[in-house]
């Protein structure tokens, strides 16, 4: 059974910076992508990043390129995304999610991604 964790959620001041870890577990957790969405109430998910098994490639929305990165821990099997100067319209549930192989034709598309975790609240106050 494929588990996927979210964790490192929690309340910030806008400016701030929080880095977000997403632990799976019942695959072979090097051979497939990982990305990274978040949704707001009453907003669709929105995809952040994504990483390739190998961490060799890294996908990006226009929206958050300059303040976030994704890596990849491998002997954790975790893959971290790293939020800076957090604003207020960056409060949302942000999800992990496991991708159905290595790579992917649109990491933007959430149906490129097989399992999907149960979220971390981001909430970043003024």
């Known amino acids: 059974q494929v588990h996927v964790v979210e964790s490192g959620g929690g309340l910030v001041q806008a400016g701030g910076s929080l880095t977000l870890s997403c632990a799976t577990s019942?695959?072979?957790?090097?051979?497939?992508?990982v990305g990274w969405f978040r949704q707001a109430p009453g907003e669709e998910r929105e995809f952040l990043a994504a990483?390739?098994?190998?961490?060799?490639?890294?996908a990006y929305s226009d929206s958050v390129k300059d303040r976030f990165t994704i890596s990849r821990v491998m002997d954790k099997n975790t893959v971290n995304l790293q939020v800076n100067n957090l604003k207020p319209e960056d409060t949302a549930v942000y999800y992990c999610?496991?991708?159905?192989?290595?790579?992917?034709?649109?990491?933007?598309?959430?149906?490129?991604?097989?399992?999907w975790g149960q979220g971390t609240q981001v909430t970043v106050s003024l």
């Open positions: 999610a496991e991708a159905l192989g290595n790579g992917w034709a649109d990491p933007a598309r959430t149906d490129e991604y097989a399992f």
């Open positions: 990483i390739t098994w190998r961490g060799g490639d890294t």
């Open positions: 019942g695959r072979t957790f090097a051979r497939y992508g």
